[in-house]
């Protein structure tokens, strides 16, 4: 039925955007942030006017951040990073949007030139003023002794997870990426997002009104179903799991 109408669809289009979100990587341990028992609700992400203007609160942001790294440890890529991995390689997939900071598709051995990465990636950190990057391991271990929010030994600037915080400028060469990458494919499969965060969400709209299809897959529904070909509601890891060998 929906599953084997999802293999049809793929089958029949030849440039296919993937754009995912947290749930494509719950089933690795890495928690999404909308469901009822999710760490976020605890350790509250904090905005980026307050991460730049107030040293108290960029200390916080770090004890969070990599409170938030143990539960997430050793977390490794899913059925559904492999699937999409796949697809990249049979030459089905053009490009993953993610907005996820995982670094789970880079794991599954998708080239980076093939990732999109709308929120930044939580593996490493940069200087906010210079841009110079940084590993987290020593970043830590200097947190941990010194109880201090690191600063670039570059610049002096605020050096903080490359991520993108809310109220953060997005990342416009990623953005224009998704863009082009968007309006050129036949095929948007939008996996495990809950699909109310914006600018991210106005890509799957962005493939309809170009005349690609849209195929959603999640486990519970989104306020873009109407607009979607095809809905798969179920288990991401299942759903994904035929493509994913
Ligand atoms: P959400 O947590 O909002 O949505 C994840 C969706 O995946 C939910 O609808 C879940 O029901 C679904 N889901 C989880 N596990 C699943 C599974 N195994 N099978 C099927 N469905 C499953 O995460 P995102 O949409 O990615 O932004 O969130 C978007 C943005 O909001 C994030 O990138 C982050 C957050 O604030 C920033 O940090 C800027
Ligand atoms: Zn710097």
């Keep these: 039925e929906a599953r084997a109408a999802l293999g049809e669809v793929i089958g029949l289009c030849g440039r296919i955007v993937a754009f995912t979100g947290a749930g494509i990587s719950t089933e690795c341990g890495v928690p999404d942030f909308r469901s009822k028992d999710s760490p976020w609700r605890r350790y509250k992400p904090i905005d980026f006017a307050l991460f730049v203007s107030d040293v108290l609160m960029r200390e916080e942001a770090w004890r969070r951040k990599f409170a938030l790294d143990d539960i997430c440890a050793s977390a490794q890529p899913g059925r559904g990073h492999y699937a999409l991995a796949n697809l990249v390689a049979n030459g089905k997939v053009s490009a993953i949007i993610t907005q996820n900071i995982d670094n789970l598709h880079q794991a599954s051995g998708v080239p980076e030139e093939r ?77 495990g997002s809950s699909l109310v965060v914006y600018p991210a969400a106005s890509f799957p709209s962005l493939a309809r009104q170009r005349d690609a299809k849209l195929v959603i897959v999640n486990g519970e529904e989104t306020p873009l179903d109407s607009e979607a070909n095809l809905v798969l509601r179920g288990d991401i890891g299942d759903i994904l799991q035929p493509f994913a060998n």
């Design 115 to 191: 990732i999109i990465e709308l929120h930044g990636n939580g593996a490493y950190a940069r200087c906010l003023s210079c841009g110079a990057r940084y590993e987290l391991q020593p970043l830590r271990r200097d947190f941990e002794a010194s109880g201090a929010a690191p600063a670039c030994f570059e610049c002096g600037g605020a050096v903080k997870s490359a991520t993108i915080s809310f109220g953060q400028p997005m990342p416009q060469a990623a953005l224009e990426r998704a863009y082009q990458e968007t309006v050129r494919c036949d095929l948007f499969l939008a996996i």
